[in-house]
């Protein structure tokens, strides 16, 4: 079945850099939209940002000129790249694909991002 491995999360300053990646495997048919989720302790996940097949994008407004989502279909991986960060993006981050049709959607085993001088 399909699988999704995250990789790049990590300890980073405030105002730092961090590039986040998540890539499918498997027997793939397709994969419409891509997502990022987050959710810290005591917190509900949230969406941080979304891209569809074809490249549209949407981004929640706490990352919105901070954050850039991105895709390789070839390589059906998804990237989120996070620039400016701060203490408030500390949360475990996962990945999301809609498999289209009816298989539905699934998600990566998450990765922690850490914010902290």
């Known amino acids: 079945q399909v699988q999704l491995m995250e990789s790049g999360g990590g300890l980073v300053q405030p105002g730092g850099t961090l590039r986040l990646s998540c890539a499918a495997s498997?027997?793939?048919?397709?994969?419409?939209?891509m997502g990022w989720y987050r959710q810290a302790p005591g917190k509900e996940r949230e969406l941080v940002a979304l891209?569809?097949?074809?490249?549209?994008?949407n981004y929640a407004d706490s990352v919105k000129a901070r954050f850039v989502i991105s895709r390789d279909n070839a390589k059906h991986t998804v990237y989120l790249q996070m620039n400016r960060l701060k203490p408030e993006d500390t949360a475990i981050y996962y990945c999301?694909?809609?498999?289209?049709?009816?298989?539905?959607?699934?998600w990566g085993q998450g990765t922690q991002v850490t914010v902290s001088s």
């Open positions: 999301n694909a809609d498999l289209g049709g009816n298989a539905g959607s699934l």
């Open positions: 498997g027997s793939i048919f397709s994969i419409d939209a």
């Open positions: 891209i569809t097949s074809t490249g549209t994008t």
